[in-house]
T-cell receptor, first 116, second 115 residues
Framework: AQSVTQPDIHITVSEGASLELRCNYS??????LFWYVQSPGQGLQLLLK??????LVQGIKGFEAEFKRSQSSFNLRKPSVHWSDAAEYFC??????????????FGKGTHLIIQP | ETGVTQTPRHLVMGMTNKKSLKCEQH?????MYWYKQSAKKPLELMFV???????ENNSVPSRFSPECPNSSHLFLHLHTLQPEDSALYLC??????????????FGPGTRLTVL
């Protein structure tokens, strides 16, 4: 079975500083990887996803993530954070059983705090 | 309405009540999902439907009963719940294409409190 680890429960970053959120996954085959963001009282919004091809993927709101197979990682980055980026960030992996509708396995999330 | 909608947004119920959560997707998708989000725990997959057929039940207690009358609507019927069932219940949908892990689009969730 697949699993996702987000080692940082909370991260505090100053506005304008760079950001990296860590995600490690466990899965035997090539994974389908996702980053979602959740603002308070809201559902999850997709930031970006990796299925295959270029290991550096670009997403919305200036985020990017890099898939590193050798490290089983899919870390999320942003060069300069804005106060509006304060939220909960979730990494998720999909197994791709072939049936066409597979639930995702999520990490516990990283709570991002932005300091003025 | 666009995307995935959920009603009600907030629900308070006693342990002996019966209530239902509703999810509707306006994206033309074929697969729908229920997830449970509890404090300090990862999102937990509960049920999956693809083309109205249940394809996954993740060992969910029988006090939770899903229903998918068509590809656009998904319900979660609740009865005799426990206080530990208090959580945010999220609905999601995806295309449901075979051999492919598609992006899931989430609704805003229903915040459930069981007294």
């Amino acid at each position: 079975a697949q699993s996702v680890t987000q080692p940082d429960i909370h991260i505090t970053v100053s506005e304008g500083a760079s950001l990296e959120l860590r995600c490690n996954y466990s899965y035997g085959a090539t994974p389908y990887l996702f980053w979602y963001v959740q603002s308070p009282g809201q559902g999850l919004q997709l930031l970006l996803k990796y299925f295959s091809g270029d290991t550096l993927v670009q997403g919305i709101k200036g985020f990017e993530a890099e898939f590193k197979r050798s490290q089983s990682s899919f870390n999320l980055r942003k060069p300069s954070v804005h106060w509006s980026d304060a939220a909960e960030y979730f990494c998720a992996v999909g197994a791709g059983s072939g049936g066409g509708a597979d639930g995702l396995t999520f990490g516990k999330g990283t709570h991002l705090i932005i300091q003025p | 309405e666009t995307g995935v909608t959920q009603t009600p947004r907030h629900l308070v119920m006693g342990m002996t009540n019966k209530k239902s959560l509703k999810c509707e997707q306006h994206l033309g998708h074929n697969a729908m999902y229920w997830y449970k989000q509890s404090a300090k725990k990862p999102l937990e997959l509960m049920f999956v439907y693809n083309f109205k057929e249940q394809t996954e039940n993740n060992s969910v207690p029988s006090r939770f009963s899903p229903e998918c009358p068509n590809s656009s609507h998904l319900f979660l019927h609740l009865h005799t719940l426990q206080p530990e069932d208090s959580a945010l219940y999220l609905c999601a949908s995806s295309h449901g294409l075979a051999g492919y892990v598609d992006t899931q689009y989430f609704g805003p969730g229903t915040r459930l409190t069981v007294l």
